[in-house]
């Protein structure tokens, strides 16, 4: 697909790395829909945007309400016209041992509230927003692509039992979707990144950081330019479907 005036919708793109792939789409000259909880924030990425002459609307939504998620694109539909990509980058953390004991006796174990927020933002949203992006594609004739973002904490992750599980339903949401929408001209594609320069990596301490980079063999976390630029490949390369690519300099938990 040519991105060149292809509408692009983008959900948690407010900031970090949803913000850093709407740069880089809208860098190839596609208009972009920015889907974001935080209106305020939202509007600051959209001027950002506006700023550096790429196109841009923002649009406030709960990915993990389906009513909410409906209007949208309708919403995006009308005010900006047909879609012709999604990028299911929207997330939050909530970690936690499954079991917290010490001395035989057990302190906390995962909360089912926190193991259900990361399930409906991170798992069902993904596929509400894919669900309302693939019938539209489909009603309006287009043949569109969309890209999850998983994570290669997929394969499971020592206090990430909720996140874990989510990113690794994504990535099969996303082998399936390749294969059921083919028919119809539609592409899946996802990107499972490893650690990634972020707010929460950039609170950390000094030597947490170091230790994070050592286990990387690039001896260097990812840049949000990184996940974008393979997010561009997904959306550009016409024989690319139903597959994740790990960009996590060779991480691999």
Known sequence: MKLDDALIAI???ARGLGLAIARR???????????DTDGGQLDKAVNALLDAGISARAFVANV????????????????MGPLDGLVNNAGILRDGLLVKARDGRVEKTLGLSDWQAVIDVNLTGV????????????????????VNISSISRAGNMGQSNYAAAKAGVAALTVTWGKELARYGIRVGAVAPG???TEMTASMRDDMLEKLTNGVPLRRLGAPADIAET????MTNDYFTARVIEVDGGLRL
């Open 11 to 13: 959900t948690g793109g």
């Open 64 to 79: 993990a309400d389906e009513a909410s998620v409906t209007q949208t694109f309708e919403d995006i539909r009308s005010a």
């Open 25 to 35: 789409l809208g860098e190839q000259g596609a208009r972009l829909a920015l889907i």
């Open 195 to 197: 650690f990634i320069e």
């Open 231 to 234: 997010v561009a490949f997904i």
């Open 127 to 146: 596929f509400l927003c894919g669900r309302a992006a693939a019938a539209a594609m489909v009603e309006d004739g287009r043949n569109g692509v969309i």
